[in-house]
């Protein structure tokens, strides 16, 4: 069982970055793929990121390849969404989320366990 919590959210403007984390509570972290998605206001939640257990393999949206990273600290129970050359588009609520397959979240764009979401909102 995961806890997920979000945080790192804000209001930038665009061409900022803005660095999300999130933070399980648990002790089985380091066994799950983790992954960020998005969904701004009257769309639906969309795949940004993910990352396999061990940080071997990463994936990403076509949208965020080249400005967003995806990292984790198994030490610290934390993901990492770095999020670089912000656009307005890019305004959304964040969240991080957590499976047992990595490519279930990087194929199929879903997961077992869900955070609360953080706020990003990026003014142009």
């Known amino acids: 069982q995961l806890q997920l919590a979000e945080s790192g959210g804000g209001l930038v403007q665009s061409g900022d970055s803005l660095k999300v984390s999130c933070t399980d509570s648990?002790?089985?972290?380091?066994?799950?793929?983790m992954g960020w998605f998005r969904q701004a206001p009257g769309k639906e939640r969309e795949f940004v990121a993910a990352i396999s257990y061990n940080a071997d393999n990463t994936y990403y949206a076509d949208s965020v390849k080249g400005r967003f990273t995806i990292s984790r600290d198994n030490a610290k129970n934390t993901v990492y969404l770095q999020m670089n050359s912000l656009k307005p588009e890019d305004t959304a609520v964040y969240y991080c989320?957590?499976?047992?397959?990595?490519?279930?979240?990087?194929?199929?764009?879903?997961?077992?366990?869900w955070g609360q979401g953080t706020q990003v909102t990026v003014s142009s």
């Open positions: 989320a957590a499976d047992g397959t990595v490519a279930t979240m990087a194929l199929f764009h879903t997961a077992d366990y």
């Open positions: 648990g002790r089985t972290f380091s066994k799950y793929g």
